[in-house]
């Protein structure tokens, strides 16, 4: 950490800051400069109260040099984790589809969907049984019996079932039947659920909260993986900006960062990440391009009708073609789209 | 609503979304523009599925016209509903102020807080003991000893005790000590926390999540209301933005627009809100201006060594000065600061 | 335009208003809603003072209709428009790629780049002779040495020169030695320049600014193509928000919304989008998957030592190497990247 | 500034770093850390193209250590600066009011407007004669005539003139009419604008971009001061941010972080920074609260039929209404409202 004095700070003030790094058990480095005099902190910040000394006398700012998070950095881990359930897989070059619609709604609803989207080439299947919804006046979701409903639909495709945990009170239920636990946007920084799902022995795909910073996100990925669980799916979801042609900014450079960062494989939702349908193919195939592991994309049989995220969804014959589009990208960027067979282990 | 048609749509595709919209329970009139053709939708559009016609045929876009919140309404509750809480109050006139540490770290420095912001004319204390942290390696508070902390301080001094709540699981633990209980940024979207808030009979302090919308803001304090929780107040604590000079952007027109959409008192948080120390009394101040129904202020007796947001804490002086300026400008504006006797119960 | 009135809006000012828009030469249906009324307004609203309606009796909001843009629009002009200028063309299926350094810097350095991106695949070569820089004490530019530079290494290489102008005063000397005037993101809003632009001969590349909303950026092109120019490209370069992973955050989704919106090419820019150079290529071959109809790349011979921009700019290795990725990805969407002689006029 | 290396990073790399530190004219201070090696580089690094240094082998990141500008900065000249024109007057304690409408539409309007903001205690009229209008087929001004109409204003009244210029080559013209050159918030970085208003002899309103952070606002008054200019206002007027309820979020904590970081004064545009005639008065207020030096406000006869921004103009009896509320909170903060005659020279 470099501690930046203010341009009149006394000799005092400088001093007291040196030892205050150093009652932090970090090494002090004094450096004078033309302007200002900094204090560079070596050593281990992450589990001190460094920024409280921004509160220091003479202090301008505290800049951080170490990235906040340790377990999920590529640092410690070099190599690409791959995260791998059933016929799905995600990560190092294999790029898992994950497609489905917003809500569960009825058991013809989700078998249709499910046939469908296995047909195009997806490998699990996305669905919610417990809906968090912004209006307490929205459908909020089949709970348990719409995860019944997946777990149906698992056994007649070979699908991995995706489905979101809102609290952790419902770990233990969702996990009996998903495959892979979804942490929604909203629950990005739930730090109990977090734990929670960190201490299942089920996957996870953490959704980035639209605000958060990608150190951020980094940092929840953190919760779970040290409370023992590895399989954590990192999903960019699209950001809150000033834009109102999108619902969200899908940032796609996000992939490129968190491959450099992390480890752990990088999901993108068009679906979310736009909130138009008409946007979503195009964004696919790009997200594709660009090295995303995994895609997760809503579909729905009548996309006019459904309870929720109608507006966002594809049909069918949609969700085909891109698939197709994509299968044709990957390859490009010598990829490939993880297939039924293909990715199941040997 | 009002259903907003492509310019090359068809009479078929209207008709269409017509019968849409009357399968929705609404009535639909149709509006042939020079340009385009619009289809009002007229009747209560909350609890339909209106988002979804905008993947209708033919369908440009989808307008909602009726707010999305009811019970937080002003239209529904012209009168402004004051909250108040042993010798704290906020809202109609009131001006409340909660101050304190972030966290609870020791006796001393509680019932030192609560002594020193009780003096400069506080009415209630804050003081985390359930602590959300962004970093699974920073201080994660002291739990239910910390309750019982500030349970001792509201004893010695009289002090209503606003502590935050992280969990549904934890609202009973938390209701058996504090006297409001704080529902984090972070937390503003956890339905299943906001519904089990709802269901106690303690205060609620909901804050605005970094990215929330106002919309979305009101929504989660349905969730609450509709629960049988008429005790909430608003806390704007500043939204995420471009801007690096601050650690989030302390909009304070949120208070005047709130003021026009609902009988809720809005309290402003001028320490996350801005991110430094020296920047809090001038918002602080302005907040009061601006028409505030409260304030939440981060008070620590040695900034510098707080176990968290030390950047961002007033010491004990520099409190009871920002107090004394409050006072002054609350006056200004035909208003008051509620003081330990002044807003007792008759 | 929908006028909403208030909830408890009177008669007289639901007739009051009714005149208003009448005498805006609109005409005027009424609709009496459940919960408030809405007046519709039907007819040309761009031409008239239509926001002022809100500050009107009454009234909660005014909604606009219409898109606020004509020229620029796909119903008005329904074939995509190519802009051609020498071997370079962009639009209708033809991706072109313009690179070169951020700034002239010397002939060896202009002489040297211009090879080197031809050689790699471009047919138009960047750089900058003008230069907008946010500090008064940073690099300038060459100014018109610079241009003449270009001129040079336009008549060496045959590859069309795109170059900034940044003021209406240079545009008469900066289009006698360019072949495509750059409207940086700075001057989107620059309408002396906008006129001055459109008044002119040479075809322009109109950056978007970093907050504008995507109307903002067509209604700036509208400017340009009402002066009579229609060779425009619209360049999407990022936007601000609170991500500080990136310097600017680059939403693809906009070459998708441009698409459906506007006839004009839109170009992607990787260099500024990200402001980091390894990420440059990811996002350039993401572009090309999303359907972009050119890239401007920053290209520089030793990024190091660039007198601006050195940490977004590919060495000529890089950019070879991306352009080779960009082919395999337009040919897997079924575009081409333009070259040299394929794209030159019959 | 810091050169943060890579945790990896060579001894070579490291040593080249150095090397191009040096040849910069700054000392290098290398610090082994725990975990990465940090190069501290000391000097001015103001005038390098310090920046290029992240294309450098082996580094992860540069952290630059100064403020970017210099005449601006409050280290060279401690004590503030106070704008004075006429009757007007701005900085060191004394709050400047500008009020008038959006645009001068006609004699009749900008003569009732000017006696009307006269009369509720502004010392400057404010009034458009060359509009910068998002759309080409809105209202562009009166232009010179407008000009003209403002100066037969300031004649009758003495109010000192505000008006905007929108272009390098109108400077002449508006300086010949205005006492005070207002950069409108689109044009805060056209470079040859800023140089030409810094040549000039008028006082200069730069108002801060949307998207601008603060140390490019800075940035852009440098480049005015460093032309010769010293009576320079910064005029805060709104952000582009994700909140759709106001048009442009004003955050008043710019306030208290520019009187820390400039001598310059600062004014807040409670019109511009909302949207809404509505949350004026109450933003006017708190800024004063906050500390702001002045305040411009748009003022209208008849807001529903403006020309421009009848959605955000206060009518007359509002605007003595909010003049009342603001001179009794500067009262409350120990400032006062610059009036006709008190402000002006001796």
Chains 1, 2, 3, 4 share one sequence.
Do not use: W
Not at 62 to 84: H, N
Not at 281 to 305: Q, R
Not at 314 to 338: H, K, S, W, Y
Request: charged residues 25%; proline residues 5%.
């Amino acid at each position: 950490m470099i501690v930046v004095m203010e341009k009149d700070a006394t000799d005092e003030q400088i001093q007291h800051m040196v030892e205050r790094v150093q009652e932090m058990g970090l090494k002090a480095h004094v450096i004078q400069g033309t302007e200002r005099t900094v204090i560079a902190a070596v050593g281990d910040e992450r589990a001190t109260k460094a920024e409280a000394l921004e509160s220091g006398p003479g202090v301008s700012k505290v800049l951080p040099i170490l990235a906040p998070y340790k377990v999920a950095s590529r640092e410690l881990k070099p190599e690409p984790t791959q995260v791998q359930v059933g016929g799905f897989a995600a990560g190092a070059g294999v790029v898992g589809v994950i497609a489905g619609p917003c809500s569960v709604e009825s058991e013809e609803q989700i078998m249709a969907s499910a046939e469908a989207v296995k047909r195009a080439g997806a490998t699990a299947l996305r669905g919610g049984a417990f809906k968090p919804r912004t209006s307490p006046y929205s459908f909020q979701g089949m709970k348990e019996d719409g995860l019944k409903l997946l777990a149906q639909a698992r056994e007649a495709t070979g699908l991995a079932v995706v489905t979101e945990v809102m609290s952790s009170e419902e770990v233990d239920l969702v996990a009996r039947y998903a495959d892979v636990l979804q942490i929604g946007a909203r629950n990005m920084q739930n730090y109990r659920l977090l734990e929670a799902v960190g201490k299942c022995h089920r996957a996870v795909l953490l959704k980035r909260g639209p605000s958060a910073t990608v150190d951020e996100f980094l940092l929840a990925a953190e919760y779970i993986l040290n409370e023992g669980n590895p399989n954590v799916m990192l999903c960019e979801r699209g950001i809150r900006t000033f834009e109102n042609h999108t619902r969200f900014t899908l940032p796609l450079a996000t992939v490129t960062y968190l491959h450099k960062k992390t480890h752990l494989p990088v999901i993108i939702d068009p679906s979310h990440g736009t909130g138009h349908a008409y946007m979503v193919p195009d964004m696919a195939v790009a997200a594709v391009a660009a090295g995303a592991d995994g895609l997760i994309i809503e579909v729905h049989p009548d996309p006019e009708t459904a309870a929720s995220d109608g507006y966002q969804s594809l049909n069918f014959e949609q969700f085909a073609a891109t698939m197709q589009r994509c299968r044709r990208v990957a390859e490009a960027v010598d990829r490939r789209i993880c297939a039924m067979d293909a990715c199941a282990p040997a």
